[in-house]
């Protein structure tokens, strides 16, 4: 249904891509190509990126949640300690919480009392009213949300450069490879858009729209300063290429 469709773009999006491995793959295939490098360049460089990009994003989640889900057990089974030892002080804290957000004293003590009978909701209550975490669950698993994002990872940002993986590495239509990549970025970027739109219920066009113009802007300044840089220092290189040949040459002819 809709409701588990939401459900499972919330978790897409919750292991962090939203985008970035398309967007980070692009802006490395624009530097590239600003700088004007060949397609082998792009091709090479590209992969190499996006596989040390995402086994770092991959890892860094593995981690995060790791650490994540480690503390808010430890916090649940606190919350469960306060209950069996210190219900009443437990109860208390949260009629005062419940004042605090607009009930009334015997409203709050009535919702509080119900919700005491039964530890599990209570605690988990607890978590999220007193703590702001919400309660850990069985089915979390560091591995599973790090291999989620590695893969995820790979498989968006292998689209800015699938078209290099099937032309001729030198051949000299550089230009044309390189629109054909805008053009798969921005439909891919607009996808994903879509799909952040059918997890939060914003207009779809309007979420597809944004996030393709943010990843644009990202990949048109590595283009722009890559392309610049060319400019800028491409004589610097050329002028020491002529002075280190001319000094080998020079000493080649005084040896003979």
């Not at 970035?20 to 060949?38: E, L, P």
């Amino acid at each position: 249904s809709s409701g588990r469709f939401a459900e499972y773009g919330k978790q897409w999006y919750q292991r962090r891509v939203r985008g970035d491995g398309i967007i980070t793959s692009f802006a490395v295939v624009a530097a590239i190509a600003g700088a004007g490098y060949s397609s082998f360049y792009i091709l090479a460089i590209g992969i190499a990126n996006l596989i040390a990009d995402g086994l770092s994003m991959g890892l860094g989640d593995y981690l995060s949640s790791d650490s994540e889900i480690k503390f808010a057990r430890t916090e649940l089974a606190r919350e469960e300690w306060e209950y069996d030892n210190y219900r009443q002080g437990e109860e208390r804290e949260m009629v005062e919480i419940f004042k605090g957000r607009g009930m009334t004293q015997e409203d709050a003590e009535l919702v509080i009392g119900l919700t005491a009978k039964y530890k599990d909701v209570f605690c988990n209550e607890m978590m999220v009213h007193e703590l702001g975490l919400q309660p850990p669950s069985d089915e979390d698993s560091p591995l599973k949300n790090g291999l989620m994002t590695f893969v995820a990872f790979i498989v968006c940002g292998i689209i800015p450069i699938t078209v290099y993986l099937f032309v001729d590495m030198n051949s000299s239509s550089g230009d044309t490879n390189f629109y054909i990549s805008i053009a798969l970025t921005a439909i891919a970027l607009f996808g994903l858009g879509v799909l952040k739109s059918m997890a939060t219920y914003i207009s779809w066009y309007r979420s597809g729209l944004n996030i393709m113009v943010l990843g644009c802007i990202a990949a048109g300044a590595a283009y722009g300063i890559s392309a610049l840089a060319e400019w800028a220092f491409k004589p610097l290189g050329e002028d020491f290429c002529n002075h280190v040949n001319g000094t080998m040459i020079g000493n080649s002819t005084a040896d003979i």
